[in-house]
């Protein structure tokens, strides 16, 4: 069974920095694409970034390029979201996903929440 389990989440202050970690278990992802979402108050849940297991084919949502950086180190098992440069915008639930490429649905972590100070 496919757990995916977010950590690293808090109240920092604009412009501060956070790193969320996904410790992932359950099977073999290196055919899996991990992925962070987030969803905040009242708003839907919007895409943030996304990789291969191994860190490659990286992608960004614009509000978030430059800022936030997605990554794994090859030796350990979670997958990280390095979130920079935090704005009063990005407060939300962040969500750790995993799908396998050929898959339409994707495995949702419990989220862990962030905020920002002002």
């Known amino acids: 069974q496919v757990q995916l389990v977010e950590s690293g989440g808090g109240l920092v202050q604009a412009g501060g920095s956070l790193r969320l970690s996904c410790a992932a278990s359950?099977?073999?992802?290196?055919?899996?694409?991990m992925g962070w979402f987030r969803q905040a108050p009242g708003k839907e849940r919007e895409f943030v970034a996304s990789?291969?297991?191994?860190?490659?084919?990286?992608l960004y949502a614009d509000s978030v390029k430059g800022r936030f950086t997605i990554s794994r180190d090859n030796a350990k098992n979670p997958v990280y979201l390095q979130l920079n440069s935090l704005k009063h915008a990005d407060p939300a639930v962040y969500y750790c996903?995993?799908?396998?490429?050929?898959?339409?649905?994707?495995?949702w972590g419990q989220g862990t929440q962030v905020a920002v100070s002002s």
């Open positions: 996903t995993a799908r396998a490429v050929v898959a339409a649905n994707a495995y």
């Open positions: 990789s291969t297991w191994s860190g490659g084919n990286a």
């Open positions: 359950g099977r073999t992802f290196s055919s899996y694409v």
